[in-house]
């Protein structure tokens, strides 16, 4: 299945310095999925002790990825 990046989702990689191997790894092998609002799905995956969050959904012939969040743990 093909991956899509949106817009949003490029701003977001570049501002926290994140490559595509790093999200189609997240989605590949994550640490967690969670349902999401609109038929979106949570991918959560500990990086550099962060978490990293890819929110996409999925479409007929793609899967598009809508944004990606690297969080720092609390006390960071």
């Avoid at 595509?20 to 959560?44: C, G, I, M």
């Avoid at 990086?47 to 479409?59: H, P, S």
């Amino acid at each position: 299945m093909e991956v899509w990046f949106s817009r949003h989702a490029r701003n977001r990689m570049r501002f926290w310095h994140l490559t595509d191997d790093v999200v189609f790894q997240t989605l590949a092998e994550p640490d967690q999925v969670l349902p999401s609002k609109n038929n979106r799905k949570n991918f959560w995956k500990a990086l550099n002790g962060g978490l990293l969050r890819v929110t996409c959904i999925e479409e007929d012939d793609r899967t598009v990825i809508i944004t990606v969040t690297l969080r720092k743990k609390k006390g960071e």
